[in-house]
């Protein structure tokens, strides 16, 4: 079968291929085509410091997004730092030092090689991308002997020979002197690659070395392909009142390509925005500044101090293994034996989207009519007095009653300090029935006067309360002329009532708003 050679996959060859202008300056961060020496050690050439852990850092966000992929590839969702401690043996002058078990969905322009020993400095760097296809093979493959398996005549052939493109089939130079070109075939193989074709994504640097031996780096680099979000478990005392015991736990999703087997995770509840930009980096060299490559014999300057800026970071003990391809389950904070809560049901209205520029005199749109949902909901004060008072990170929370399940609620980033309101599910006893019962709109006084009833039902062998949140979509300046119950709070454009309901029994909630607007609008 013929398969046509992608514009993205010729651009990458050329770019993976092109080899640096003979004379360039000395200094400059241009790879020589071939390296003076690779550096000399008992240890392969991607060293890891055996005495250092890899420092990664994990922020939030895209967690459900990346569970959906599996191809590791730059730009997919997910952010993390790494930072992997390296050693190499390095012989006097010129080095050439590869890094493997790197990221394919690294950010390679972010990437960064840091001496940590002096008089040693990284002249440039080259990444070479894994193969991501059958295009991607054939792109690099040419200038290769390879032999093309296909159907002529009705009979199986194969034809070898120097492949010299690859576009609009497969153009082989035969070793008879002929141009052969096939447009469909059923396989190829590429006679002797050895190591002309990478096996896995590599790094690749020129490094200076004042003197031989041993020399320690830092290789840091963002990549997508990892995220994490908090998991929860909450569960209610049985008894009367509401105590509840708290757990929770980071999910890590690890889809980079890569496993981190020594980790020291850092896991930050916070998405920073990220400049995306286009395509064709995957294959390019890069030039770091002069000033960064002219003296390798200055001792390299002292780590920067690393802060969490606008977020929260959660250090993990000691190190963690964070597998490619699997969620890691890891404790994020002692539990919690006691926290005290509320049960709440809410009758929610919803707040109006948007202040209306002008009042709205048609009668509808004042909210849904008929029988309405009663939410069952645990309240939590996020204080210590309650037993909580910390932070926490965005994820999902699972609330038991006892052994029973109640339901799951999403959790946002949640400050020290504030209410946490976690919506279960629907109350299977509890009903209710909203109804619009008058509406006139006088406009010589410029007003709009509507009145509404709500009744609620209970079927429960105790009493209960609802909390009802009501919108006032028609206009900004209101007033609540008359109600059976006193409103609990008011908000620009919503009443709230705490309304008590009998064992077995019905409370008819009524109350009657009054819209003004002034002279100067004609609605």
Known sequence: MHRPLSLLAAACLLAACSQPEPGGKPGKARLPAEPARNAKSDRPADSDDAGASTRLTVYSGDYDALGQLTQPMPGMPGYALVERPLRYTLAAGSNAVTATNVSPAMDVEAALLQPRSPGVGVVGQRYIGALSGTQDVLARAIGMKIAVEHTSGGAKQTDSGTLLAANDGLSLALNDGRIKVIHDYDNFSIIDAGDALPREAALQWTVEAEKPG???????????????????????????????????????????????????????????????????????????ADAYAAAPAAAPPPPAERRSGEYHAYELPGTSRVSNGATERLPLFAARDSVACERVYLLDGGEPGW???????????????????????????????????????????????????????????????????????????????????????????????????????????????????????RWRDWELVDSSIAADAKGAQKVEFLVPVPAEGTTTLTYTVRYRWPRELNP
């Open 214 to 288: 041993d020399a320690a780096f830092v290789l840091s680099y963002p990549m997508g392909g990892m995220a994490w979000r908090a998991e929860y478990l909450a569960r209610i005392a049985p008894g009367k009142g509401c105590q509840l015991a708290l757990d929770g736990a980071a999910q890590v999703s690890n889809r980079s390509g890569v496993t981190f087997s020594n980790a020291r995770l850092t896991l930050v509840a916070g998405e920073p925005r990220r400049s995306v930009t286009g395509g064709g980096a995957r294959y390019r060299e890069m030039a770091y």
């Open 355 to 473: 202040i209306p520029d002008r009042p709205q005199l048609a009668p509808d749109g004042a909210g849904a009519t008929g029988k309405q949902p009663v939410v069952a909901s645990v309240v939590i004060q996020n204080t210590g007095d309650a037993g909580l008072g910390r932070a926490l990170p965005a994820g999902r929370v699972r609330v038991f009653d006892g052994e029973d399940f109640l339901g799951e609620s999403p959790l946002g980033h949640t400050a020290n300090g504030e209410e946490i309101r976690l919506q279960v599910g629907t109350a299977f006893d509890l009903s209710a029935e909203r109804e619009a019962t008058a509406f006139s709109v006088d406009r010589s006084g410029r007003t709009i006067t509507e009145s509404f009833a709500i009744e609620l039902r209970n079927a429960k062998q105790e009493a209960a309360t609802v909390r009802v949140i009501e919108p006032l979509p």
